[in-house]
Structures are given as C-alpha cells and as structure tokens.
C-alpha cells in the first residue's frame, strides 16, 4: 500500500529488522509499555520477535515505511481477520518516535483502512486498546472510530489484569470518514513544516 508520505508492506524480518530497531532505539522504549513484549535490548531478539509473528494465519504485520525517510519507522498489524463476517481489526501499533504525531502516520491508517474497507469489502473495522494507554485512546477517535464499550478483565498483560476498550469503524462511517482524510492529507493542508492547516476532525 503506498501513499505520498507512507509505504505499508508486510514486515520482513531481514527487509525491516535492522531499521525498526535503530528507530524504537531513538525513544525510551515505552512505546512497548502495553504489549506483551519488548522493548528489545538487541537487534537479535528484535529479529526473533519478527520471525515468531510471522506467517500466522489470522494476524498480518506490517511494516510502515516513511518514504521522506526512506526507512521502517513503525507496525500495525491486520488481526482477528473474519472474512465470513466481514469483520478485521487493525492492531499491534508501535510506531517508533520517528513516526509518531507525523503525516506519515496518519496516512499509514488511511492506507490500512481504504485496503480493508474498499479492495477486501470488509463491513467492521475494530480498534482494541489497554484502558490505560490514553494515547491510544486519543488516536482512535482522532481518525474517527466510535467508542463501543469496556470489557473488564479481558485479558492478563505483564502480570496485570487489562481492561479492554472498543472502538470501531463500520462501512456505512467510511465514505465520509475517506472524504476527511483525503482532505486532510491533500498537500494543501500542510505549510512548508508539514504543519496541519487544518485538523482531521475539522473535515469531519
């Protein structure tokens, strides 16, 4: 999948390995704070996550590719994917403090949702995330996902019980949801610091 700022392409351990961890050595790691795993202390245990996640039949990762950079900066993965329902669940986030609060980023979920919504046809378009983690909280209504519920103790990460909150995208929400971001990633919106004119919501 590629756009003006972003290029999405299934993550290869030899092809993004070396580049995904010289970008998440550039923070503190905490981008892995909700997850079950990392940060990683070598390339080659990075290199070993990659290959134990890959070629899982109903998990797809991702690599995103910031083409300024010409580099991997970031994750997302395609999960819980249900044909038969229509129903795919975009996961795994972990964009390095290269990707995060960019364009790039931005794009990167328009590409992800536009694959899923009108080449795939799929109908749900799911976003799960630790009730704890704000950030990703934000996000998600920030590229226009509905807030569904809390389910309690929905599972155990890192010796603690996780609250998991939904949210979710439906295909009668994606013709205007598509409007707003074609709108707000069109170069006109952007001075020449790539700074917003005008926000996501505001084409909303």
């Known amino acids: 999948m590629e756009g003006r700022l972003a290029i999405v392409e299934p993550l290869d351990a030899d092809r993004h390995g070396a580049e995904l961890f010289a970008a ?19 390339l080659d ?33 395609y999960a819980n994917i249900t044909p038969a329902m229509g129903v795919i669940e975009v996961a795994g986030l972990n964009f390095s403090p290269l990707l995060q609060r960019k364009p790039a980023a931005t794009e990167a979920h ?11 046809g799929y ?35 890192r010796g603690r019980n996780r609250d998991t909150m939904y949210f979710a995208i439906v295909d009668r ?10 709108r707000w990633l069109d170069p006109g919106n952007f001075d020449a610091e790539s700074r917003q004119k005008a926000s996501l919501a505001s084409f909303r």
């Open 110 to 120: 328009y590409l992800l949702m536009r694959r899923a919504f009108d080449e795939l």
């Open 123 to 157: 109908r749900r378009y799911e976003w799960k995330c630790d009730s704890w983690n704000l950030p990703s909280r934000a996000a998600a209504l920030r590229l226009g996902f509905t807030y569904e519920g809390l389910f309690r103790q929905a599972i155990v990460v």
């Open 45 to 77: 245990e990075y290199r070993a996550w990659i290959a134990s996640v890959s070629g899982e039949p109903n998990r797809l990762f991702h690599a995103i590719i910031d083409k300024a950079l010409g580099k991997a900066v970031g994750v997302a993965c």
């Open 173 to 182: 929400d994606w013709p205007r949801l598509r409007t707003a971001f074609e």
């Open 24 to 42: 998440n050595a550039q923070g503190d790691g905490s981008n892995f704070t909700y997850y079950p795993y990392g940060p990683f202390a070598t």
